[in-house]
């Protein structure tokens, strides 16, 4: 399980070098093929709860890290005040639930039915982006969910379905490479008195 959990760790920090150089989509809302979500939420419904709970710190981490501290391209003479946004840390709450709700459907992932956790990958992420962006809008001091916003997390949702099953296919071979098996086995197992 430890050489397991250490390539997961490299995966996920493999995705946050990746995910620098994936664009939005301009023509689809400005979506984006949010990678590191789509890779924890892939690993949570591989591991139990609290080596999930540890992955999600590091990731919201990370992205935090990675959003959060970066200085903002705008000009001071012209824009005096700064644009709220969200404290550092919040993206640890936001993916500990994301992978909550992941979590939640293990049971399911445990009997082989992958691509159900597949699916619910796209509803995590929906609800991820929209969760976020509820959180700017309330700091920012309006609520302005509209149609854009909608297609947007809407897009994303189904890059994450789409990218998933590879992510899947990933993590089946790192199981298989280092003798760990996240699924139960279908053989009966023996049982010694």
């Not at 590091?58 to 990675?66: E, K, N, R, T, Y």
């Not at 992978?99 to 929906?126: C, D, E, N, V």
């Not at 994303?156 to 992510?167: D, G, H, K, N, Y």
Request: hydrophobic content about 55%.
């Amino acid at each position: 399980m430890l050489r397991y959990a250490f390539s997961l760790l490299i995966l996920i920090l493999l995705a946050v070098i990746a995910q620098q150089f994936l664009p939005a989509f301009i023509d689809l809302y400005n979506a984006r093929v949010f990678l590191l979500l789509i890779v924890f939420l892939c690993i949570a419904v591989s591991v139990p709860l609290p080596v999930m709970f540890l992955y999600a710190l590091i990731c919201g981490f990370l992205w935090d890290a990675q959003c959060s501290l970066s200085s903002p391209a705008v000009d001071t003479s012209i824009y005096t005040d700064p644009v709220a946004s969200l404290r550092f840390g919040t993206s640890i709450l936001l993916f500990g639930l994301a992978g909550l709700l992941m979590h939640g459907f293990r049971p399911l992932f445990l009997q082989g039915k992958w691509y159900l956790s597949a699916l619910l990958t796209g509803i995590a992420t929906f609800l991820y982006c929209l969760s976020e962006y509820s959180m700017i809008d309330f700091i920012r001091g309006s609520f302005t969910v509209d149609r854009g916003v909608l297609s947007q997390c809407g897009y994303t949702a189904l890059f994450s379905v789409a990218v998933s099953p590879l992510i899947f296919g990933l993590l089946f071979y790192l199981a298989r490479l280092f003798r760990h098996s996240i699924v139960e086995s279908k053989r009966p197992k023996h049982h010694f008195s």
